[in-house]
């Protein structure tokens, strides 16, 4: 797999404890893990969120009342043009 180099800040406190917990030639794959183990928790919470919000009665009704307007709304650069 490619590789890219990164800059970013990090608290003192943080890198020390990094710095001493984990040995530098395994530092790019460790933080490579986290990021990766902390990107899939936010993408499966934000799809549980999708479920619990499509499976919401009242949300549902809203969505048909929306799916219920039509586009026939001009827009405002659209009249100026023929002016």
Do not use: H
């Not at 800040?9 to 710095?19: G, H, K, N, T």
């Not at 030639?25 to 899939?40: D, F, G, M």
């Not at 936010?42 to 499509?54: F, G, K, P, T, Y």
């Not at 809203?62 to 001009?74: C, S, Y």
Request: with cysteine; charged share 35%; proline share 4%.
């Amino acid at each position: 797999m490619a590789s890219q180099k990164v800059t970013f800040s990090l608290p003192e406190d943080l890198v020390r404890r990094f710095a001493s917990r984990v040995p530098a030639r395994q530092r790019s794959r460790y933080v490579a893990e986290a990021l990766s183990a902390k990107l899939s928790e936010r993408d499966q919470m934000l799809a549980r969120a999708c479920e619990i919000v499509n499976g919401d009665k009242a949300i549902r009704a809203l969505e048909r009342e929306w799916d219920a307007l039509t586009d026939e709304i001009q827009e405002p650069w659209n009249d100026a043009a023929k002016g």
